[in-house]
């Protein structure tokens, strides 16, 4: 067993590592500004109004649900960041304990437009789906929605009708699905109830229809008022839609935890060892490794150390491909891989490297971390006649078809094809998470704005015209801001194409919940891959 020794010292105020801290500080306090956006849902004014109904809101809602004192791992809360619609996409999701069974649990936030689905609330709904199926974690839908965003309903409707195939997916799987109803649930929306396995619904709020009132006058002549055409009592005791007929908003968290406590839920994946030691290093130390100049390498096994159990890094190859670290630990008792970016740059070592430890993995049944701090794939002439292209793919295939859990951390950079071979988003990592430090891009903006550069120069010099110097400049300084700005993660974040921006000391504790709801589902590799190009 080898302990991570760690290299850093005790700062000085002079020390890079205390210049390191004071940069993520920043950055965690503007990370911290955009989370209290979503929190705060439609502002005051909406927030004061649905308390003056008697009403919870969504995350009091979700306290209430979950066990006391247990964690809530909410997910993707910057979903809408950077567009027209209120950061959070009006629901929020995420992984929380009821009963001592891990669910995945969904509340829509009424307090932003009657928690109204717009397209960021459907790709949001969406990712909690593929999070609970592939994990197979029980769902709680906490609904109050005035269903769709009608002006972006083209946006919505053809793509959302996904929502309702997963949720009967989900119970053809025998994944549980509940739903508890504390207001608005109408037209698609009444679906969500409709396809649920568990259903209650709040007397007095719940109010499920495909046609409200106004619509049915239009329709049929038929005057109906909110309660006869659906609200709890009738379902409950005429349409049978409601399982579950609750008092109060109080009483539906009690009837949903009841029902959680009668599934007989049992985990398929092997249990996490009894007992293990917490890591030899503070996690508070994990503020001074990142530089915020990400050109400056630093060493990923400073934070391995802060984050596994006991600090113990049994290292894979240490010795060959060293520009990425490969290895294996545990986490809050749980058996796992570790790859991590070491300087940046894969050549063929390490993508050798990577590919024969991710094959390890799959017949060892042992998930896998991967930490990112890639440039990419090394690139220029005696690189490309080393073979970098059928390397990069050797490693890219194995993590492309390997079946074990992945887990995705953003450090740093996390550029080209450098992305996808640290399975990167599109590679279907179980979670993937990033530091206020990640960048991630095709390449870094002075790469790729020097490359738009010289393309122009290339093609003035063929037609012979004179190059525009200034204009060069003009562009350069353009394009390098432009992919700043799109490399961010709370940009990216805000597409959903990460799971969450953490504090890094949060770290070790996030991949403890992603690890024991992984555990949920069967763990089991594979030893099947695609051509490997030797």
């Given at each position: 067993m080898s302990t991570v020794t760690s290299e850093h010292p005790e700062t000085t105020p002079s020390d890079p590592s205390d210049v390191n801290r004071r940069g993520m500080l920043d950055k965690l306090a503007a990370l911290d500004a955009e989370h209290a956006k979503a929190l705060a849902g439609g502002g005051e004014k909406y927030v004061a109004r649905h308390h003056a109904r008697g009403k919870l809101l969504a995350r009091e809602?979700?306290?209430?649900?979950?066990?006391?004192?247990?964690?809530?791992?909410e997910l993707s809360p910057l979903a809408g960041w950077g567009s027209d619609f209120t950061v959070g996409a009006s629901l929020v999701t995420g992984i929380g304990v009821v009963e001592g069974v891990e669910c995945l649990i969904t509340a829509n936030d009424p307090t932003v437009k009657g928690g109204a689905s717009n397209p960021w609330t459907l790709r949001k709904a969406l990712r909690s789906d593929e999070i609970a199926r592939a994990n197979r974690l029980p769902v709680i839908s906490l609904v109050e929605s005035g269903g769709a965003d009608l002006p972006t309903q083209k946006e919505i409707f053809i793509p959302g009708g996904a929502m309702f195939r997963n949720l009967t997916r989900l119970s053809a799987e025998g994944i549980p699905t509940i739903a508890l109803v504390f207001g608005n649930s109408t037209a698609g929306g009444a679906y969500i109830p409709g396809m649920s396995d568990y259903v209650v619904m709040v007397d007095g709020g719940a109010k499920v229809f495909l046609a409200g009132p106004p619509l049915v006058k239009m329709a049929t002549g038929e005057d109906a008022d909110d309660e006869s055409l659906g609200g709890a009592s009738m379902h409950a005791r005429k349409s049978g839609l409601a399982d579950y007929f609750a008092v109060d908003e109080q009483d539906a968290i009690r009837l949903g935890r009841q029902i959680v406590s009668r599934l007989n839920w049992t985990k398929q994946g092997p249990a996490a060892a009894p007992s293990y030691r917490e890591p030899l290093y503070d996690a508070d130390e994990l503020l001074d490794i990142v530089p915020g100049d990400l050109k400056i390498p630093f060493d990923p096994r400073d934070v391995i150390a802060r984050v596994v159990d006991g600090s113990v890094f049994d290292e894979f190859k240490p010795l060959y491909g060293s520009s990425l670290a490969t290895g294996w630990a545990s986490?809050?008792?749980?058996?796992v891989g570790i790859l991590a970016n070491a300087r940046g740059v894969l050549f063929s070592e390490e993508s050798q490297k990577a590919a024969q430890f991710i094959q390890l993995a799959n017949r060892s049944d042992t998930p896998l971390i991967f930490l990112h701090n890639t440039t990419g794939y090394m690139v220029g002439q005696e690189y490309e006649q080393g073979g970098i292209i059928k390397h990069g793919a050797q490693m890219i295939n194995a993590v492309a078809n390997s079946k074990v859990p992945h887990v995705s951390i953003l450090m740093g950079a996390s550029y080209g094809a450098g992305h996808y071979g640290m399975c990167g988003r599109a590679f279907d990592p179980r979670f993937?998470?990033?530091?206020?430090?990640a960048k991630s891009a095709v390449m870094g903006p002075q790469q790729l704005a020097g490359v738009l550069s010289i393309v122009a120069r290339a093609a003035s010099e063929a037609k012979g015209l004179p190059y525009d110097e200034d204009g060069?400049?003009?562009?350069?300084?353009y394009v390098e801001g432009q992919i700043e700005a799109e490399s961010l993660p709370m940009f990216l974040s805000g597409?959903?194409?990460?799971d969450g921006v953490i504090?890094?000391?949060?770290?070790?504790?996030?991949?403890?919940?992603?690890?024991?709801?992984?555990?949920?589902?069967p763990v089991e590799g594979t030893s099947s891959f695609g051509v490997f190009r030797l």
């Amino acid at each position: 067993m080898s302990t991570v020794t760690s290299e850093h010292p005790e700062t000085t105020p002079s020390d890079p590592s205390d210049v390191n801290r004071r940069g993520m500080l920043d950055k965690l306090a503007a990370l911290d500004a955009e989370h209290a956006k979503a929190l705060a849902g439609g502002g005051e004014k909406y927030v004061a109004r649905h308390h003056a109904r008697g009403k919870l809101l969504a995350r009091e809602r979700i306290e209430l649900l979950i066990d006391p004192d247990s964690a809530f791992l909410e997910l993707s809360p910057l979903a809408g960041w950077g567009s027209d619609f209120t950061v959070g996409a009006s629901l929020v999701t995420g992984i929380g304990v009821v009963e001592g069974v891990e669910c995945l649990i969904t509340a829509n936030d009424p307090t932003v437009k009657g928690g109204a689905s717009n397209p960021w609330t459907l790709r949001k709904a969406l990712r909690s789906d593929e999070i609970a199926r592939a994990n197979r974690l029980p769902v709680i839908s906490l609904v109050e929605s005035g269903g769709a965003d009608l002006p972006t309903q083209k946006e919505i409707f053809i793509p959302g009708g996904a929502m309702f195939r997963n949720l009967t997916r989900l119970s053809a799987e025998g994944i549980p699905t509940i739903a508890l109803v504390f207001g608005n649930s109408t037209a698609g929306g009444a679906y969500i109830p409709g396809m649920s396995d568990y259903v209650v619904m709040v007397d007095g709020g719940a109010k499920v229809f495909l046609a409200g009132p106004p619509l049915v006058k239009m329709a049929t002549g038929e005057d109906a008022d909110d309660e006869s055409l659906g609200g709890a009592s009738m379902h409950a005791r005429k349409s049978g839609l409601a399982d579950y007929f609750a008092v109060d908003e109080q009483d539906a968290i009690r009837l949903g935890r009841q029902i959680v406590s009668r599934l007989n839920w049992t985990k398929q994946g092997p249990a996490a060892a009894p007992s293990y030691r917490e890591p030899l290093y503070d996690a508070d130390e994990l503020l001074d490794i990142v530089p915020g100049d990400l050109k400056i390498p630093f060493d990923p096994r400073d934070v391995i150390a802060r984050v596994v159990d006991g600090s113990v890094f049994d290292e894979f190859k240490p010795l060959y491909g060293s520009s990425l670290a490969t290895g294996w630990a545990s986490v809050h008792g749980y058996p796992v891989g570790i790859l991590a970016n070491a300087r940046g740059v894969l050549f063929s070592e390490e993508s050798q490297k990577a590919a024969q430890f991710i094959q390890l993995a799959n017949r060892s049944d042992t998930p896998l971390i991967f930490l990112h701090n890639t440039t990419g794939y090394m690139v220029g002439q005696e690189y490309e006649q080393g073979g970098i292209i059928k390397h990069g793919a050797q490693m890219i295939n194995a993590v492309a078809n390997s079946k074990v859990p992945h887990v995705s951390i953003l450090m740093g950079a996390s550029y080209g094809a450098g992305h996808y071979g640290m399975c990167g988003r599109a590679f279907d990592p179980r979670f993937l998470f990033a530091w206020p430090s990640a960048k991630s891009a095709v390449m870094g903006p002075q790469q790729l704005a020097g490359v738009l550069s010289i393309v122009a120069r290339a093609a003035s010099e063929a037609k012979g015209l004179p190059y525009d110097e200034d204009g060069d400049a003009k562009m350069r300084a353009y394009v390098e801001g432009q992919i700043e700005a799109e490399s961010l993660p709370m940009f990216l974040s805000g597409r959903l194409y990460d799971d969450g921006v953490i504090d890094p000391r949060d770290t070790r504790t996030v991949l403890g919940i992603c690890l024991s709801a992984i555990h949920s589902a069967p763990v089991e590799g594979t030893s099947s891959f695609g051509v490997f190009r030797l």
